[in-house]
């Protein structure tokens, strides 16, 4: 009986071990293969093609950002904010107003995340727009 528990203490550590490494070596591969972030478009994204305006970009890229998604927490009919370095701008509808060249990332926070963030007026979520700056 000791034999075959000493065995399976055996099996069972070598396949801890092996589902270690392995997922270690798919984040490495997912990292080294450049994957695109759900709640965040790159500088490198951005450059990819030609954009009207910051709104298109967002439209094409990652629509599921710009979806109201029912009440927030507090029952309120609050909106999508949109931040341009720190500085609330509005709506999403702002976004039609930014320039595109000068966009470093722009990045999604959920509603409890950007409440978090931010303070009360964001329970719809934000999207955080980081420029370069100018010289």
């Not at 972030?37 to 970009?57: F, N, P």
């Not at 904010?81 to 976004?95: F, H, K, M, P, S």
Request: aromatic share 8%.
């Amino acid at each position: 009986m000791r034999p075959l528990s000493l065995l399976l203490a055996l099996f069972a550590f070598g396949a801890i071990d092996l589902g270690c490494s392995s997922s270690s070596q798919s984040a490495g591969q997912i990292e080294r293969a450049g994957a695109r972030r759900s709640d965040r478009i790159s500088r490198e994204e951005i450059e990819a093609r030609h954009w009207t305006d910051a709104y298109e970009l967002v439209a094409t890229l990652r629509p599921t950002w710009l979806s109201n998604r029912g009440q927030d927490s507090f029952g309120s009919s609050a909106i999508i904010q949109v931040l341009l370095n720190g500085a609330r701008l509005g709506g999403v509808a702002t976004l039609r107003q930014v320039a595109i060249a000068d966009i470093q990332y722009l990045q999604y926070h959920d509603g409890t995340a950007a409440t978090a963030r931010w303070g009360v007026g964001f329970g719809k979520g934000a999207i955080e727009l980081s420029t370069t700056p100018r010289r």
